[in-house]
């Protein structure tokens, strides 16, 4: 018996406002690239069975171009007669008991075993039973679906446990409704040839103890702080024992450069250097400048890094400024007040320092004088 988890698809997310050839937002072609290449490598493995565990789509209440692929790909493995068992994730439920939870649709396939209605329900088959739990709201019934759950283990057959949780506080996503699995329940974990785990992005298992409890982690990004470029699924081998293996799709890579910019210039060729043994045609580019001061920041305008990084798909630059006097300065350049600008002027004209401490405190004096005079009712 061998069997395939992936998990965290979010079919329907998109990005950057990049339209590709197609008239589709390029990030959200990428979402269905990637679900489309999980899907090649299932038809091509034949496995016993396929498992999802949670957020198919992005929405709860997806697109009609986003359904439309999904029921495209999963009628291709309708076609060659594998079982496909999933559960709803946070982002595919409903926060209102009146709306439709969309995995409701794919009943209408044969071999799809859809998990959705907050409660937990055992899909059983001849050598295997998946005893699936969906995303629940109201983390008050957890409880009491795992009790269920636990009087339905068989010995007598494989018995997979499917989640869509936090096992942990480590794989919180900070996310509204997520819920964290009961540290009493993990007992449960036991009497499992395999719990297959979704909501968290990277793949692993969750701790040396229970190897055989893993995260296959979403198919692609969701967010710039997500900078893996290992993104795929997971193969599950129950001949003998619990053998799992991790196989990477092809997404669209992404890189994290980073310059100081107390010697810009320098470290500037420093990156331009590291970055020519990258393979940055059509990447996602994150560029930190560090330990910026207002002037500088504003010597340097973002189209700066464009004849240095115009391969990349996307460029983002994110700005840090140096502490000043232990009281940070904002992010964004347009934030900082004149009376900052003023004295950081005064600071890189002014070598006497007894000097700058003395006009300093002039520019503080006639800056508060100025905003007393002003009238807010004007």
Known sequence: MNIIHFSDTHLGFNDLDIINDDGINQREADFYDAFTQIIDKIIKEKPSYVVHTGDLFHRSSPSNRSITVCLEQLKRIEKINIPFIIIAGNHSTPKALKNSPILKALQTLDNVHAVFNQKYEKVEFEDVIFHALPHVNDEKNIINELELCEKEVNISKKNILMLHCSVGASYLMQE????????????????????????????????????????????????????????????????????????????????????????????????????????????????????????????????????????????????????????????????????????????????????????KKKVKHLFLEYEEGLDDTV
């Open 176 to 359: 509204f409704g997520e819920w964290v699995y009961p540290k009493n329940k993990e007992y449960l974990f036991d009497k499992m040839d395999y719990v297959a785990l979704g909501h968290w992005h990277g793949y692993g298992c969750i701790n040396k103890k229970y190897k055989h409890v893993c995260y296959s982690g979403s198919s692609e990004r969701t967010s710039s702080s997500d900078k893996r470029n290992d993104k795929g699924y997971v193969c599950i081998d129950l001949d003998k024992k619990c053998e799992i293996s991790f196989h990477e799709i092809n997404i669209r890579k992404t890189y994290l450069l980073e310059i100081d910019c107390t010697d810009f210039e320098k470290n500037l060729q420093k990156v331009i250097e590291s970055s020519k043994k990258l393979e940055l045609k059509n990447t996602l580019i994150e560029l930190k400048l560090i330990n910026l001061t207002p002037t500088k920041s504003i010597d340097i305008p973002n189209n700066f890094f464009n004849e240095y990084f115009n391969d990349a798909m996307y460029l983002n630059i994110k700005r840090e400024f140096e502490q000043k006097d232990q009281i940070p300065l904002e992010e964004d350049i347009k934030s900082i007040s004149l009376q900052e600008y003023f004295v950081d002027q005064l600071e890189q004209n002014i070598e006497d320092k007894s000097e700058f401490t003395r006009l």
